[in-house]
T-cell receptor, first 114, second 112 residues
């Protein structure tokens, strides 16, 4: 089984709808991240969490919110989806131990907002 | 402002050749450096991490870090068609809470 899973894998929704993307991990990592990827813009950080009680905004948090339900679960919500939120969304995890900052990515969610 | 820059390519090399991918970054306060491979429509896959100056080898891959010149490179020896992908450079700055900053990637095509 994959260490980092994301659901759904694909989603088409309409403008104004609320949508939640979910991420679960079995790696035992404390740190979890949400990124979006757009062609030509690379990966950009939306939110990150170093533990259940520590949530931080990333580079592009406007229009998004997150919830860290447990060490292993981190959800991303779009409160009112808009077409320019159409993108590929990735969850990632890392242990955060000194000398071990590698991030490991889930398979991604392709979101289309019409 | 944290910036990570890569030549977007595309970079084409013949099968069996050495592919050289480069990445520069804007801030000397960086801590660690990573190379990811991403196939179209798939998630980034970690290839190499490097934390100190010099070379680090893993199979056909060698990462080279020069902090004084603020660049990190990835060499792929004996390139294979399966190496055709986009390669992402990521830099971790400790004074930003260990956030990763990614370059936009270099597209590599290995020609059989």
């Amino acid at each position: 089984d994959a260490d980092v899973t994301q659901t759904p894998r694909n989603r088409i929704t309409k403008t104004g709808k609320r949508i939640m993307l979910e991420c679960s991990q079995t790696k035992g990592h404390d740190r979890m991240y949400w990124y979006r990827q757009d062609p030509g813009l690379g990966l950009r950080l939306i939110y990150y969490s170093f533990d259940v009680k520590d949530i931080n905004k990333g580079e592009i948090s406007d229009g998004y919110s997150v919830s860290r339900q447990a060490q292993a679960k981190f959800s991303l919500s779009l409160e009112s989806a808009i077409p320019n939120q159409t993108a590929l969304y990735f969850c990632a995890t890392s242990s955060g131990r000194a000398g071990s900052y590698e991030q490991y990515f889930g398979p991604g969610t392709r979101l289309t907002v019409t | 402002q944290k910036e990570v820059e890569q030549n977007s390519g595309p970079l084409s090399v013949p099968e069996g050749a050495i592919a050289s991918l480069n990445c520069t970054y804007s801030d000397r306060g960086s801590q660690s450096f990573f190379w990811y491979r991403q196939y179209s429509g798939k998630s980034p896959e970690l290839i190499m991490s490097i934390y100190s100056n010099g070379d680090k080898e893993d199979g056909r891959f060698t990462a080279q870090l020069n902090k004084a010149s603020q660049y990190v490179s990835l060499l792929i020896r004996d390139s294979q068609p399966s190496d055709s992908a986009t390669y992402l450079c990521a830099v971790n700055w400790v004074n930003t809470g260990n956030q990763f900053y990614f370059g936009t990637g270099t597209s590599l095509t290995v020609i059989p």
